[in-house]
């Protein structure tokens, strides 16, 4: 879980295992069950780079030296 000050509220994210291990492009699979199986909430984002980003910020615990 990840901890975020932002204007001067605590704000509490989560980062979905699957948004790590996965892309938007399953979206657009033409297997209706496979695609479906895909959808979560947030969206998974068809950006390649933000895998990289999230698990960079988790392993730096960046999110935890913005707290207020």
Do not use: I
Request: a positive charge.
């Amino acid at each position: 879980m990840m901890v975020l000050c932002v204007l001067g509220k605590v704000v509490y994210g989560e980062v979905l295992p699957v948004a790590v291990a996965a892309d938007g492009s399953h979206y657009f699979n033409k297997c209706w069950r496979h695609a479906s199986g895909h959808v979560v909430s947030p969206p998974l984002r068809l950006d390649q780079l933000t895998a990289d980003h999230l698990l960079h910020l988790l392993s730096k615990s960046v999110a935890c030296q913005f707290c207020c």
